[in-house]
């Protein structure tokens, strides 16, 4: 009849004689076709005949939609008869999509208790692929360490107490193993100038390491530019910039769960350029230019009485500076003050209400992005010229500052220069997005291992722009 209709309980077996005899259009139909079943009760079976006819494309398809629907395919049989291999591949992917460590262990034990007799002398094996350490303190202890499965294997109860250590005795945790990607939370990238110069962008983007991609998820309700964010329970706070004529002392709130907006009580100082972070609870917003003169004023937000005081001012008046917290102190980085770009340090201690001055950067830096990774303190990218000069140099340089040495030293270069960048910390990578080259608005990303000392490109936003802040919301469920 010249025509193939496939079915079900035919389509492996077409498919396959298609593959031996390299009818390609037949082999293609027969693919199309086993995507379109994809189901949590048969993605691995397919997976596993795609690997075996050598059918990329499928195979792909397949294991996307294993990871994706993870919780789901674990509890069908499948899952359960999966050889040890296949089952320690799953179990170590960084891609699966799980909202916690704990459901991996739940699948480990879904799985033993499968075939007990044959699978429990697995089960130290298995545990190697659970990242202990990423699973709250409490639920190691009370449940993984009771479980029979755990008590009574030797090499179970040495990673049980490994990773008890690493959670309460940070300091003598070895190179930290990651987290896995889906339950690291989320990056939000939020307004910034881009092309239009007139509106700048007011979108706010979100980013999903798990499969490397921006998508926008809101507005904000305005124009505001060179503004601060700070995150407080999964909410972010949005507070002064300028809107392109006047400079605002206007803080905003939005709710990343239910997407909406609500306007919070202003800061005393009308203030853009400023830097904002949070310390031990309350949130600091730190200099910045009040459209007149540059600011060494600190204000710290008091949720209690929800109103904004004033803390001890910097040494030195900043704009466009760098602001991290490390070590339960408030660092402020670089920035302007008026008449050249600065490479001063200082930080502050909320005990003592003291700014303490540190050992200055080797690079002056204006618009520098700061992120805090482990231990230390990264300067990242900026501008060196006075704000009189247009042809500012720009840097892709970045300096690491250690507390305990007090020295800055230089680590590997973004791969473009970056003014006005926005950084964040994320699963043990510091992220670098958007920014200023001097050309164009960036939507370019890149990521940093302090383990590799190395960037790698990443997915890029969808609206280039400078001055967005980016920051790390760890909830969204």
Known sequence: TGKLELKEDNVERTLSTANMLRLDAVVESGCCFLKQQLHPSNCLGIRSFADIQSCRGLYEEAHKYTMEHFTEVIRNQEFLMLPLPQVCELFGSDEVNVTSEINMFEAVLLWVKHDVGERKKLMAELLTRV???????????????????????????????????????????????RPRKSTTGHLFAIGGMDTSKVEGAVSIEQYDARIDQWSQVANMTGRRLQFGVAVLDDKLFVVGGRDGLKTLNSVECFNTRTKTWSVMPPVATHRHGLGVAVLNGPMYAVGGHDG??????????????????????????????????????????????????????????????????????????????????????????????????????????????????????????????????????????????????????????????????????????????????????????
């Open 131 to 177: 990242r202990l350490t990423h699973m709250p303190k409490e639920y190691v202890a009370d449940v993984v360490q009771s479980n029979p499965f755990i008590r009574d294997n030797l090499d179970c109860e040495h990673q049980v107490i490994e990773a008890l250590i690493h959670h309460l005795l940070p300091e003598r945790r070895p190179c930290p193993v």
């Open 292 to 477: 007149w003169s540059y600011l060494n004023t600190v204000e710290r937000w008091d949720p209690q009485a929800r109103a904004w005081n004033y803390v001890a001012p910097m040494s030195v008046a900043r704009s466009t500076v760098g602001v991290a917290v490390l070590h339960d102190k408030l660092y402020a980085v670089g920035g302007r003050d008026g008449s050249s770009c600065l490479r001063s340090v200082e930080c502050f201690d909320p005990h003592t209400n003291k700014w303490t001055n540190c050992a200055p950067m080797s690079k002056r830096r204006g618009g520098v992005g700061v992120g805090v990774c482990g231990a230390h303190l990264y300067a990242i990218g900026g501008h060196d010229a006075p704000a009189s000069n247009q042809m500012s140099k720009l840097s892709e340089t970045v300096e690491r500052y250690d507390p305990k040495t007090d020295q800055w030293s230089t680590v590997a270069p973004m791969s473009v220069p970056r003014d006005a960048v926005g950084i964040c910390m994320v699963g043990g990578r510091l992220y670098a997005c958007g920014g200023y080259d001097g050309q164009s608005y960036l939507a370019t990303c890149e990521a940093y291992d302090p383990q590799l000392n190395e960037w790698r490109n990443i997915a890029s936003l969808n609206t280039g722009r400078a001055g967005t802040v980016v920051v790390h919301v760890r909830h969204l469920h």
